[in-house]
C-alpha cells in the first residue's frame, strides 16, 4: 500500500487472515460473521487507519448478565445505576446488561442463582462473597464465558479478572488515619466487620493490622467482631463486646452496611473519646461526619468499579480500547471539613 493511499478491504482481509467478503460483511454491518472474525476484522481496520466510523459499525450484541444483591441498599443502587449508564454512554459497542439478584445471603441460595444463568450470556459479573459452594458453581460458566469478580473477589473460582483491587491500600489508609488521629500513649482498636467471607472485607482488615503493627504497636489491633444480623441483636452483640473487652480508642468500621450500628453507639455513648474510621458514602455518612459522631470516611467509588467490570468483558470481546487491567482505582478520605457529596442513589 502506497503512503497516504486508503487501504482496500482485501488488505484488511489479509491483516486479519480472513476473506474478504468476511471483511464486506463485518464493515457493512450484514451479520453472520462470529465473534471472534469481527473482533480480527475490526482491529486489522484500526490498525490499518480505515476512513471509517468503525464504532458505528453493528456488532453481535453481547448479553452479559449481573449477580448481585437486590438494589435496595445504597453500594447495590449505585453500582446498579453506574452500569446502566455505561451501557447507555456506550450503545455503540453493542452490548447489554441484565440484573439477576440473590434471594439471600446463604451460599446455596447464591449458587443456585448462579447456576440459573449458566447459559445466554457472553459474560458475568459476579458481586458475592468467597464460599466453596459458591466458588463451586461458578466454575462451569467461568470454564464458558468470561467472568468479572466485583467489589470483592472469589480467587478460586476461575473468573478471568478481579474488579476490586485497592481493599488492602483502604485497609492500610484506615489505620494510618487511625494511628494520626489517636492521641494516646496505648489503647485498643476495635474492628467492626460484616462477613469476613466477603474478600474486600478480609484484605480491609489485614491491611490495618499491617500498618498498626508496623507503625502504631501501641495500638492493640486484635479485637474483631462480625456483625452481619442487621437487626437490634447486632447491637446487643457490640454493647455487650465493649462492656467486656473495652473501652476502645479506636473503631474501624470497614462494610458501610453496619454504620447504623456505629451512630447508635455513639449517640448511647459507648464510644465517648473513641476516634472512628468508617467505609462508605451513604445516605447516613454526611450527617454523621458533620455532626462530629465519626471521624474520617474512606470512599472507594462503586461506581468506578462497576465501569471498570464493563470494560473488563467488553476488553475481552475487542470492544474496549485502551483497557488498563491494572487500573489503580481511586481512594477518598471525607472528613467533618470536607464532607461527601449527596447521593443521587441511595
Known sequence: MHRGSKPTLSEVASLAGVSSATVDRVLNG????????????????????????????????LRFSVLMNRPDRDVYARIQKAILDHQSLHDTKGFTCSFHYFSSQEPQDIASRIASIQRGFDGVILLAYDHPVISDALDPICKEVPVITLISDLPNSGRSHYAGSGNLQAGKLAGDLLGRFIHQS?????????????????????????????????????HVLECNKGDSSDYRKICDYIDKHGPFTGLYNISSWNIHLVQELKERGYLDNTVTVAHGVNRRT?????????????????????????????????????????????????????????????
Open 30 to 61: 450484514r451479520g453472520g460473521v462470529r465473534e471472534e472474525l469481527e473482533t480480527k476484522v475490526l482491529e486489522a481496520a484500526r490498525k490499518l487507519r480505515l476512513n471509517r466510523n468503525l464504532d458505528q459499525i453493528p456488532r453481535q450484541l
Open 186 to 222: 496505648q489503647g485498643k482498636t476495635l474492628i467492626l466487620t460484616r462477613l469476613q467471607r466477603y474478600t474486600a472485607h478480609l484484605d480491609r482488615e489485614i491491611g490495618l493490622r499491617q500498618v498498626i503493627s508496623e507503625r502504631y504497636p501501641h495500638l492493640e489491633a486484635s
Open 286 to 346: 454526611r450527617p454523621l461526619l458533620r455532626d462530629g459522631i465519626i471521624d474520617a470516611v474512606i470512599e472507594y467509588s462503586p461506581e468506578e468499579y462497576a465501569r471498570h467490570a464493563v470494560d473488563a468483558l467488553l476488553n475481552h470481546f475487542g470492544r474496549c480500547e485502551g483497557f488498563d487491567p491494572n487500573y489503580r482505582h481511586r481512594l477518598e478520605v471525607f472528613t467533618r471539613e470536607y464532607l461527601p457529596p449527596h447521593l443521587s442513589v441511595d
